[in-house]
Structures are given as structure tokens and as C-alpha cells.
């Protein structure tokens, strides 16, 4: 999983953008792959734990195998992971967490909204020179 340097911009209308230094990590396909089939594998195991238990087996085993292999379809379509990090919002200025999870599956700009004043944002990764963003 390479890591690539990238500039994270959080912004809102009507104010000025904050950027961040963050970093990206890029799956690799055979990784792609292997996190598919772990989500395939617990949706297998949850179904195997239903069988003995009566009446719920019925719709639980279907549902479990049919949210294993969603799961693990969007498993194969997520691109990277940003690491963790912290950047403030452009209109309250409280810090917000973005980045972990389970990854992105592209690195196009995304809506969230802020942790503290519940306003939309959006949310920008680029793979760009990170020299050019000030240390926060």
C-alpha cells in the first residue's frame, strides 16, 4: 500500500477554505481483494452462526449472505484510506476528524458536515505538492 503526500481542503460557501497536510494510503488490488474476501467471510460466518437458531435462520442466513457479498463489492471498489487527522472548520473553526474508516472509493470531493455546528462541508483530497500548505 504506497502512501502518497496530499492536501486536505475542508470548505464551506461563503468563507475562505483550511487546508491540511494529510496522507492517502492507495489499496493495491491483490489488498482490495483480501478485504473483500475477510467482509465475504464474516457475512459466511454470521449465516453459519444462524442456522441453529429457529425461525430466525429463515430470513437471517439470505440477509447475512446478501449483506456479505454488498459488502464485499464496496470492499472492491474503495481506492485508498486517508490517515486520520484533524483540520478546523472554516466557519466555527472547531476541529473536525476526517479520514480512516473503511477508505474512499475515489478521491473526488465529498460532502460531510462539521462535528460542532452541524453545517455542510466539503470535503477535497489532492495529490498534490504538500509543501505549499502551511503546518497547521
Known amino acids: 500500500m504506497p502512501d502518497r503526500n496530499v492536501v486536505v481542503t475542508l470548505s464551506a460557501p461563503g468563507v475562505d477554505p483550511v487546508r491540511a497536510k494529510g496522507i492517502f494510503q492507495e489499496f493495491s488490488v491483490g489488498h482490495r481483494?483480501?478485504?473483500a474476501?475477510?467482509?465475504?467471510l464474516v457475512g459466511?460466518?454470521?449465516a453459519a452462526s444462524l442456522i441453529p437458531i429457529p425461525i430466525i435462520h429463515l430470513l437471517g442466513i439470505p440477509l447475512?449472505?446478501?449483506?456479505?457479498?454488498v459488502a464485499a463489492?464496496?470492499?472492491?471498489?474503495?481506492?485508498?484510506r486517508l490517515k486520520p487527522l484533524r483540520i478546523a472548520c472554516p466557519k466555527c473553526g472547531e476541529r473536525n476528524r476526517v479520514g480512516g474508516g473503511l477508505g474512499y472509493r475515489s478521491t473526488d470531493p465529498r460532502e460531510r458536515m462539521c462535528d460542532s455546528c452541524r453545517r455542510a462541508l466539503t470535503l477535497t483530497i489532492e495529490i498534490a505538492d504538500p509543501e505549499a500548505v502551511a503546518p497547521e
Open 44 to 46: 459466511l460466518g454470521v
Open 64 to 69: 447475512a449472505l446478501i449483506i456479505g457479498v
Open 37 to 40: 474476501g475477510v467482509v465475504m
Open 33 to 35: 481483494i483480501r478485504r
Open 73 to 80: 463489492i464496496r470492499q472492491l471498489s474503495m481506492v485508498g
